[in-house]
């Protein structure tokens, strides 16, 4: 019974696939359960290895596997986001990338917060939960 991930075209989204049998994968063609698209590219998945979601969280606030991290910097920050992300394993959306992309490159939270108003959230917390 595998499971295989896709990237859609139509929504940008990835997604995993429940198959009951290889022969269905083979044979099937999968549709995005997330917008109904039928326009989507097989990808390599991650090796995942079996742990309990408390011993994956517990190594996020681990931060001896990260001795450089240093919460004012923004490329620290963002590397750590980026490790955050991979140990959830999931698609955090194209928003969470740029995030990311622009905190690696040194740009502040503040000055990310001022040009993507929509990540304020009702508290109007923004990036500074992180």
């Known amino acids: 019974m595998p499971i295989y991930e896709y990237r859609c075209h139509d929504c940008g ?7 009951r049998t290889f ?3 083979g044979e099937g063609t999968p549709i ?3 917008c109904g698209g039928a326009n989507l590219t097989r990808l390599v998945s991650r090796v995942r290895i079996v742990r309990s979601e408390e011993s994956r969280l517990e190594d996020l606030t681990d ?3 990260f001795p450089d991290f240093d919460e004012s910097d923004p490329r ?3 590397r750590w986001m980026r490790k955050m992300s991979a140990e959830i394993g999931e698609d ?3 928003e969470f990338e740029e995030v990311v992309g622009r905190l690696e490159a040194g740009e502040s939270p503040e000055e990310i917060e001022k040009t993507m108003p929509e990540l304020m959230g009702e508290g109007g917390e923004g990036l500074d939960e992180f």
């Open 13 to 19: 989204r990835r997604v995993s696939i429940f198959w």
């Open 23 to 25: 022969s269905e994968a």
């Open 32 to 34: 995005c359960p997330r």
């Open 63 to 65: 931060f001896s596997d």
């Open 76 to 78: 620290s920050l963002g």
């Open 92 to 94: 955090l959306g194209p």
